[in-house]
């Protein structure tokens, strides 16, 4: 299958992939990282992770590990190599690499703040707890018991797909009157 990208050679993928990763304030994981740099149509993952490890190898990125396993950034001289190199990918490629970067931060700042877990309680039984967070404060938050662990893992994967649906949904439930809310209030 012919490639129809711009950028083809191996030189040019970790120019880009040094380009992608100046805009990070922070480490990132790989596969986010391989989200915003295979974005020209001229290369796919088995190039992008070979030219990976010739950055790595060259100490122009730097491999940490954190608790969600390996994350990747750049070292001071990755930073410098890729000002240098800016110009050579071509403006359309540069153009296209900062809508991917866009939306893959879009992506990621939408998985920081949502909040999965499930576990066994003290009685036996299990809960999953969902939440929204701002920071470290839950926006919303709220545990339900689950039968068994495949339910839980559904719920989690529920939520994380379609939390904000579920937040608008419980807010228009709590605000609603209801009846009993109406009957109070003409009492007052």
Known sequence: MKRIGLIREKKEI???????????????RYEDLADMAIC?????????????????????????????????G???????????????????????????AARVFARMRRNAVISTSHFVREDGTM???????????????????????????LYEKNFRAHAEKMYDGMICVLLNHYGAFDDEIEEE
């Not at 088995?46 to 608790?67: K, Y």
């Not at 929204?132 to 404060?137: A, F, Q």
């Open 40 to 72: 020209d149509g001229g290369f796919g993952y088995f190039e992008f992770s070979d030219a990976m490890a010739e950055l790595i190898e060259l100490g122009h990125v730097l491999v940490t590990e954190a608790e969600d396993g390996k994350r990747y």
């Open 127 to 153: 809960a999953v707890r969902l939440a929204l967070m701002d920071d470290k404060v839950p926006v919303f938050s709220f545990e339900v018991m689950v039968p068994n662990e495949a339910q839980a893992q």
């Open 14 to 28: 970790e120019y880009l992939i040094l380009y992608v990763m100046s805009f990070l304030k922070e480490t990132i």
């Open 74 to 100: 750049l070292s001071e001289s990755g930073r410098l190599a890729a000002g240098a190199f800016e110009r050579r990918i071509p403006s359309p490629v540069r153009l296209e690499a900062g809508r991917s």
